[in-house]
């Protein structure tokens, strides 16, 4: 276990931290959605009916969505587009070993199963990290939304409006709004690191340059 432990702590803490945040969002999401429901004079709900409520799915996956799509974007841009100086960019005049075509490892042991078979597969592997995050913002997507229509349902319900689709709440602004605030924060938040890291250092981090290495240094 030690040993696993010392291998895999940096996602075992964050997975870690991920969980108690969930929780602590559920619970205080709960506990605001109880006072939302006390000021309607309608009666609470359990624990259990409001993590299926539209309250808390829309909330969660509104912000899972503008992460992957952060992720996928930082991903896809990085292939083409360079930024010298910063380490997680490639070097904008020279060969760079991401490049490399995989077949010429098709004789490595070590290489993924995936290199040994070649073929479509391969072409998949290929792209397999950029092709799992747009999924996994795609599948976000698709949860904002369907947790925004309950949601607007739900208050509906409460003032006896007609319920709406999810075609309608891609037409409301709101949705939108919620979708673009965290967009802007996700694209701004890796464009500062981006920046900052051409000139700011933190020894020991694999995120940061050589305390030493000069500014105009791209790559690790």
Request: glycine share 6%.
């Amino acid at each position: 276990m030690r040993q696993f432990l010392r291998d895999n702590g940096l996602s075992v803490a964050l997975f870690s931290l991920f969980l108690i945040s969930l929780v602590g969002q559920a619970l205080t999401g709960w506990r605001a959605q109880a006072e939302e429901l006390r000021l309607h004079e309608l009666p609470a709900i359990g624990l259990t009916d409001y993590l299926g409520s539209g309250h808390f799915i829309s909330a969660v996956f509104e912000n899972w969505e503008s992460e992957f799509l952060q992720m996928a974007a930082y991903v896809l841009l990085t292939i083409f587009l360079f930024q010298k100086g910063a380490s997680e960019s490639k070097k904008p005049d020279e060969a760079n070993p991401e490049d490399e075509s995989p077949y010429a490892k098709r004789g490595d042991p070590d290489a993924p199963w995936p290199v040994h078979r070649g073929g479509l597969l391969l072409k998949l592997y290929s792209h397999s990290l950029s092709i799992a995050l747009v999924t996994l913002f795609l599948a976000s997507f698709w949860l904002h939304l369907a947790g925004s229509t309950r949601r607007m349902n739900e208050e509906a319900l409460q003032h006896h409006q007609p319920p709406q689709t999810m075609i309608d709440t891609l037409a409301e602004p709101e949705f939108w709004y919620e979708s673009f605030q965290n967009w802007q924060s996700e694209f701004l938040s890796i464009g500062v690191l981006l920046v900052l890291g051409i000139y700011l250092r933190e020894r020991g981090s694999p995120e940061s340059k050589p305390v030493a290495a000069p500014h105009t240094a791209t790559g690790h």
